[in-house]
Structures are given as C-alpha cells and as structure tokens.
C-alpha cells in the first residue's frame, strides 16, 4: 500500500494527525505486503522523517519511491528501504504522470542503479508498458520493472478497455522473460484491479489513492459517532 495521501492530509494543516506510521502499521495488520512512499523533491506529503521512521516499524517491507536524484541516492544509501523505485519527477505533476523513460537516460540510470544493487537494495523501475523500455530495464540492471496501470484504469469500462488489458499481458511477458520481477501500479481501485491482479507472473501491485479515499469513506461515521460521543458525555446527555 502506498500512504503518501495520509501525510496528504497532514501537511494540510502541518501537525502530527493523521500519521502515516499509524496508518502503515494499520495496513500491515489489515494485510498489506510491503508498504510504499513517494519521498518527493517539494516534500508535499512524505517527509524524511517519515521514511526514518518508516524504517523501523515497517514489519513487512519498506519501498521508496523516489525520482533518481543525488539528494535520494544519498537518502536512500542512508535509510536502506527494502527496495528502491524509480520515477520521474515534475514538480507541478499532481502525481506521477507516466514512467520513466529507461530506454532514453539508459546510461545515466545504469550508473544510478549500480551503487544501489551494490549496496544491497534492488530497484524497480516505474515503465509504460511498452517493449523498448522492458529491455532497456534489463540492460541498465533494474531487479523489477513496475508497469504504468494508469492507461489501463482510464480505459476501464469504455471501448479500449481489452486493448489496454493486452498491452498489460504482452508486455507482462515480456519482463517476466526478460527475468525481471513483474509489479503494476498506479490508478487501481476495486472495481479496475481484478484483470491485472490476474497477469501471468505478477509479483506486487502498489496501490494508495484509491484505498486512502475509500477509508475515508468507510471510516467517516465511526469519526462522527465518536466525537459526539464525547459532546454529549460532557453536556451529559445522550448523543
Ligand atoms: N506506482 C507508482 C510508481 C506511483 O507513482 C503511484 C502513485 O504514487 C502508485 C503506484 C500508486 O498509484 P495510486 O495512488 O493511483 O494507487
């Protein structure tokens, strides 16, 4: 699961409420795998301090989503997530737009990615799913490649629908041949998840927005029947 847009709601007031420690301990416990958080550049929702603690309560495993930087390399060497995954980053993106051009910056990213397999941390590559950026994946030694669902969510339920889902399975094939470990992500909710939940091969989906505006949802009226609660106790009346 992805807690970027608790810490959304954080910084919107700057506190302490709602924690995304909390909150990713509260995943782990609903079932979640591994926990993700997009350290970004402006620092809009994720902050350092977040991934520092992170990093201890974690009991699953700790992905750092980060664009491939100096500033995140350094972070990411000094905090040591479980895995590292690669975006590209504007800041005046409302979120990650599309994937990173692996085919385009080959070079720079194999020299990015080489200190951080050698410290021991394998690194994802958030791609379009398109054939020219799977092998160019393999080739600058990314350990996972992550497809962009994005295009796929937007077509869900119109008439592109099936030949978004092809475009997922073919290229699904192709990392898993090109002995990469296959992740998705990006745009899922309950109702778009279950064909690529079913991809050949898949190893993870990573998926926060959907799940963050849904619990707010679901969570809304236990929050309203709480705080009345605690008016009507101190005016002594029934709520
Ligand atoms: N994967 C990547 C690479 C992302 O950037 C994001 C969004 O931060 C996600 C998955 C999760 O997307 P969503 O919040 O739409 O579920």
Known sequence: MNI????????????TQP??????????????????????????HIQDEDV?????????????EMAPTDEMMAL??????????????R???LTTEGGL????????LAEFIRPLSGAGIPVSVFIDAQARQVEAAAKVGAAIC??????????????DEQAQLDILVKTGA????????????????????????????????????????????VGLADAVREIKAVIYAAAGGDS
């Open 146 to 159: 992550e497809l962009h669902t994005g295009p796929w969510a937007h077509a869900f339920a119109t008439p």
């Open 19 to 44: 924690d995304p420690v909390e909150a990713a301990s509260l995943a782990e416990l609903a079932g979640a795998n591994g926990i993700t958080v997009h350290l970004r550049e402006d620092r809009r």
């Open 52 to 64: 520092r603690r992170l990093r201890t309560s974690v009991r699953t495993r700790l992905n750092l």
């Open 91 to 93: 800041r005046t993106e």
């Open 4 to 15: 970027d847009h608790i810490a959304t709601v954080r910084q919107a007031r700057r506190g």
């Open 76 to 89: 990411a060497i000094a905090i040591r997530p479980d895995t590292v995954m690669l975006v590209p980053e």
């Open 174 to 217: 192709l990392v898993r041949s090109a002995g990469l470990q296959l992740n998705a992500g990006h745009g899922l909710d309950r109702h778009n998840t279950a064909p690529v939940a079913a991809l050949a091969g898949l190893h993870e989906l990573h998926i926060g927005h959907s799940i963050v505006s849904r619990s707010i949802l």
């Open 101 to 108: 051009d692996v085919a385009g910056s080959a070079a720079r």
